[in-house]
């Protein structure tokens, strides 16, 4: 797969998986993914639900058998030496996996008694991530009683009881308000400072831009794109053309003009009044603005600039990632 990194011998890799195929019924969930993810780096997963990036994650993480295809994490097969694999990695699902019937100092102590920790050694772990995590004061109410942020901040916890060399991370924002959110981004640097490698799936495109080193673009099954969010962007193109129409019943003929002047796809994406287009001339859109107002079609605003990850994404499937879809392969 083009710009794909290929492993070799004297480099270090975390993830080598080539071919991976999940087969669900007459679905095929995977369909012959191919990673390469370095030790000591955050890789994102892009792609919206349905896509298969629960599906690769939990064939890693050895929760799935895969039904085709190879993979090494850590130099370890994956069909063969699934007990060395799971001593060396940790996943944090999209859904809090902890007793919330317990509270958080609870939690973390049966973690690492399960772990094999003493009784001192487990509170002492605890205590210690509490106060990483911001979560001390919190320590001993009931997880049921935590908000949104703080009961993903003691299930990532959780999750790095004893630190894992390779972190799953499922959509570990999901839901989460702005602060929340950049409370688990400071976490997963953190993490990655320490030495551990993390892999990320999410369908917000400014958590993939903000964290990882390397991303691949999941669609339908397949990698249809990877690379680091630079070369994403530069790879559909130097600049993107944005447009609001004051009226969205003007979208459809909008559309056609400009995708005949700038001789160049338009899409349209949530709002109905927006169209967007990639375009390497700044001209051909000033061009365009001229064609609409000719025409009569009002525009409320428009930029042109670097192309976002979000349009990345738009130009290589028609269509943009949605946290809202849901299929049956990620439930």
Known sequence: MEGLQTASPETEWAVEAHGLVKVF????????????????????????????????????????????????????????????????????????????????????????RLMGYSRREAKGRADELLRAFGLEDAAKRQVKNYSGGMRRRIDIAASIVVTPDLLFLDEPTTGLDPRSRNQVWAIIRTLVRAGTTVLLTTQYLEEADQLADRIAVIHDGKIIAEGSSAELKASVGSGTFHVELANAD????????????????????????????QVEDPSLAAEALGELARERIAVSDFSFGRPSLDEVFLTLTGQSVSPDAHTEEES
């Open 25 to 112: 019924g007459k679905h095929r969930a995977v369909d012959g993914v191919d990673l390469a993810i370095r030790k000591g780096t955050v890789y994102g997963f892009l792609g919206p639900n349905g896509a298969g990036k629960t599906t690769t994650i939990r064939m890693l993480a050895t929760l799935l058998k895969p039904d085709g295809g190879t993979a090494r994490i850590f130099g370890h097969d994956l069909s063969r030496e699934a007990d060395d694999i799971r001593n060396r990695i940790s996943l944090t699902g999209q859904y809090a996996s902890i007793d919330e019937d317990l509270t958080g100092i609870e939690n973390l102590i049966l973690m690492a």
């Open 250 to 277: 003007d979208r459809d003929r909008a559309a056609a003009i400009l995708e005949k002047r700038l001789a160049m796809a338009v899409f349209s994406a949530g709002d109905p009044s927006a169209l967007t287009a």
